[in-house]
């Protein structure tokens, strides 16, 4: 079992950046396939990017894609999250989420464990 713990968030202006990061405790973070996604008030959590076990491979929401990083550290157990660019519409609780299954993983339902969350907030 794993347990993550997100932090970085915060309120950024239109344009702006914002890193989160990941912390895993407990079974090592490299077992796992790791994933962002988020949460907007009154919407479905909706993926946003996932990172492989080596971080060899990622995969991006189109939403997000060529603003948004996900990078790891599996020697720090940490999953991070760069965000360039934002848009109010990235305003979010955004959620780190470990999965044994391997693959490109984009449904919520594909992984296993999750963290708290942490605010996003992009103001225009």
């Known amino acids: 079992q794993v347990q993550l713990v997100e932090s970085g968030g915060g309120l950024v202006q239109a344009g702006g950046s914002l890193r989160l990061s990941c912390a895993a405790s407990?079974?090592?973070?490299?077992?796992?396939?790791m994933g962002w996604f988020r949460q907007a008030p009154g919407k479905e959590r909706e993926f946003a990017a996932t990172i492989m076990r080596s971080g060899s491979s990622t995969y991006y929401a189109d939403s997000v894609k060529g603003r948004f990083t996900i990078s790891r550290d599996n020697a720090k157990n940490t999953v991070y999250l760069q965000m360039n660019s934002l848009k109010p519409e990235d305003t979010a609780v955004y959620y780190c989420?470990?999965?044994?299954?391997?693959?490109?993983?984009?449904?919520?339902?594909?992984?296993?464990?999750w963290g708290q969350g942490t605010q996003v907030t992009v103001s225009s």
């Open positions: 989420a470990a999965a044994l299954s391997i693959g490109v993983l984009t449904t919520s339902s594909q992984y296993d464990y």
């Open positions: 407990g079974r090592t973070s490299r077992t796992y396939v």
